[in-house]
């Protein structure tokens, strides 16, 4: 028997884009049938309303970086929800915490530094990261740790990493001590996205002579 979830959840994550009329959606890749299930959903709506401007069909946003990957599995996505703490970085992972994940991440035994997903998928994993936070091109991170051993990457990796997340960190700790301001953040929003969505279905409804 199949779950409801296989059927409702690209609706409802297609609720989600069209009740807003977003023309483009950041996505991952295996997220791409659900943005065409998006697509057909608004030229359905669009055909069957006779109002062809009701939905407009949403682009998908893609990062030109590899993905991020499991750093004790990087056979798998990296996922908060793992039960491995060592498998992944968070923002409230301290300096410490967080060099200590990349300098014991799963590599391999092959001498050098070189991106090969299928090959070599944590040493790739990592020179991903490297390039993300960066935003080189993988050549130039490549070349940059040409003669140069894992554990050089490791190390300044977890340098890049500690600095990268620092301002995260004092902006995610300032709003931990101020959540009166957090909870008037949200509500305003809710208002907000609740007023767009409301004329976006009650439009529908018109059209659709259910109003």
Do not use: C
Not at 7 to 27: C, E, F, G
Not at 94 to 114: F, H, L, P, W, Y
Not at 155 to 179: D, G, K, T
């Amino acid at each position: 028997m199949l779950h409801l979830g296989l059927l409702a959840y690209p609706v409802l994550q297609s609720a989600d884009i069209l009740l807003y009329k977003a023309t483009q959606v950041p996505i991952g890749d295996d997220q791409t049938q659900h943005l065409e299930l998006t697509k057909a959903l608004a030229k359905s709506l669009n055909n069957l309303t006779r109002n062809h401007l009701l939905f407009p069909l949403p682009q998908g946003i893609y990062s030109r970086h590899s993905k991020i990957q499991n750093l004790r599995d990087p056979g798998q996505k990296m996922s908060k929800s793992h039960v491995s703490e060592m498998s992944k970085i968070l923002i409230t992972d301290t300096a410490e915490t967080m060099a200590r994940k990349i300098k014991s991440a799963v590599t391999d035994s092959q001498r050098g530094i070189t991106f090969d997903v299928a090959g070599r998928p944590g040493v790739s994993n990592l020179l991903a990261m490297y390039a993300g936070i960066t935003g080189w091109e993988m050549g130039r991170v490549e070349a940059r740790f040409g003669g140069k051993t894992v554990l050089d990457l490791k190390n300044e990796l977890a340098e890049l990493l500690v600095e990268h997340f620092r301002p995260f960190q004092s902006r995610f700790h300032h709003l931990q001590n101020h959540p009166n301001h957090v909870q008037h953040v949200f509500r305003n929003g809710a208002l907000a996205a609740a007023r767009v969505a409301n004329r976006s279905l009650n439009q529908v409804k018109q059209l659709l002579g259910l109003d």
